[in-house]
Nanobody, 123 residues
Framework: VRLLESGGGSVQTGGSLKLTCAASGYTFSSACMGWFRQAPGKEREGVAT???????VYAHSVKDRFTISRDNAQNTLTLQMRALSAEDSAMYYCAARTDGSFQCHLGRSFNEWGQGTRVTVSS
């Protein structure tokens, strides 16, 4: 299994970024997928999840600003982020739960993780 994130970088407050996760080595369409983030000195937190049925869950802190989506034909997961603030600065991780479960939300455990891509938001 491989999850490869890309699209991170530096952006000014109020700006936008799009993260992409390229997945391989498992049946992507059957997996619960998610984005998580970890800022320096803080615990990892869930950002958003999207189930195999397309059901989406967002963390309250990103709702209405971030959009998660998946392309099962291309085996890719994306996170469109807008109205970014310094509080969004973190390492962002793509994660997969590959047991085929339809239960997909931020409280679930994920068994596969990418290496992360860093997002830095500055004024």
């Amino acid at each position: 299994v491989r999850l490869l994130e890309s699209g991170g970088g530096s952006v000014q407050t109020g700006g936008s970024l799009k993260l992409t996760c390229a997945a391989s080595g498992y049946t992507f369409s059957s997996a619960c997928m998610g984005w998580f983030r970890q800022a320096p000195g803080k615990e990892r937190e869930g950002v958003a999840t999207i189930g195999r049925d397309g059901a989406i869950v967002y963390a309250h802190s990103v709702k209405d600003r971030f959009t998660i989506s998946r392309d099962n034909a291309q085996n890719t997961l994306t996170l469109q982020m807008r109205a970014l603030s310094a509080e969004d600065s973190a390492m962002y991780y793509c994660a997969a739960r590959t047991d085929g479960s339809f239960q997909c939300h931020l409280g679930r455990s994920f068994n596969e993780w990418g290496q992360g891509t860093r997002v830095t938001v500055s004024s």
